[in-house]
């Protein structure tokens, strides 16, 4: 029999305790801990279970990989091409980011029966942000409900090709004492969607809320459930919006698709380059261009930096859009490597734009936009910026370079100043000129 037992869970990180603790150890999340009831079952082999047939590698017969493709680029591509047939996707995102706004527009060029399951807005709050999306589709098909056994009995009738939950937290299990929005919940009815989907063949489309006070579980623990977790991020007074896949098991992760949000909703921006430089003023102290792929497409960008004397003790650094401590080594490295004396000054920097960076190959145009800043003379433009800035000053190869001047050559730039190690790895011939550097003082030397 199993036995149940109280337990403290952590709604952010899914951390179990047996007492309430006010700082998950795990996540280091405060107040995050919240009672509930779980099961527990011995690990042992029970009478009535008898052993399964197994089967071996190559005697199972490949499905031919169907994927149901939405007809928005971006958001197909992010997917890896498609939905793929019974597996489910959760799209997790700020408040008010705009995911009910992207799925419905998503579902409106289906020629596919789609089920719409919402528990947080009325059907007529759906109809009224589908007339200002202009979305006339007959195959989607509504439903307000959140007890999660009629919601199955609905799709079991209806058939459809594709199933959005939206969201996961409003949704419940009415066999579950706990209630909507719990861990345990949210764990519980996830894995029951998947299973489900698995069973019957459609595809799932779950919506997921982060909330950094953690009240509500956010999709972390999710993310080991679904196959495919979409991240869709912005800055709140950008337009624009990114979606990410973070984790993809059938397409590669990394992929982004970027929309701006209109008030007849998302239009998807294809060349993303020509936006993130359209407002680039070249004259300005601090203002270098970098190229940073972005799953399997290049994207140039700004990044820009200020620098000004600290009349107080401890300088401020402030990155946007960029790792605060990856910000430090390149500052220790330019104030050690380059001779800078940047310790007494205030550093910002910003991506411009709204988009955020994990790449190293603009660490380099980071160190030269601070130090075009610090010296007060603009660097050159019409000049791209790419390498990996080493704790030595050196400067190491970056992946997929001839990408990154394909699209420096497409944007109208004359040179690219690029890792002396990469030079090799490049096969065609170019009409940008080339400028190989190895240490980071040649590298500011010729820009600046
Ligand atoms: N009339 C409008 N004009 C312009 N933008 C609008 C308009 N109405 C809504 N929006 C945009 O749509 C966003 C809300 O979209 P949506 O409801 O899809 O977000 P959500 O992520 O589903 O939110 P929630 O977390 O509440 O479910 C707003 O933040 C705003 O940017
Ligand atoms: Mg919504």
Redesign the pocket.
Known sequence: MAKSKIKFICANCGFESLKWLGKCPSCDEWNSFSEELVEERKASVKKSAHAKEVKTLDSITELSEERIKFGINEFDRVLGGGIIHGSAVLIG????????????QALAKLKEKVLYVTG??SLRQIKL?AK?LNITSTNILLLAETDLDLISATIKDVEPAIVVI??IQTVYLPDLDNAPGTVTQIRECTNFIMQFAKKTGFSALI?G?VTKEGVIAGPKILEHIVDTVLQ?EGERNH?YRILRATKNRFGSTNEIGIFE????GLEEVKNPSEIFLSERDENVNGSVVTSSIEGTRPVLLEVQALVTPSNFGNPQRVATGFDYRRLSILLAVLEKRANLRISAHNVFLNMAGGIRIEEPAVDLAVCCSIASSYLNKPAKTEMLIIGEVGLGGEIRSVSHIEKRIQEAEKLGFSSVVLPKNNLKSIKQNNKIELIPVDSIIKAINIVI
Do not use: A, N, Q, Y
């Open positions: 995102g700020d408040p008010g980011i705009g995911k009910s706004t992207l799925v419905l947080e807005e942000r200002r939206d969201s919506i809320h869709f337009s949000m209109h008030e007849d």
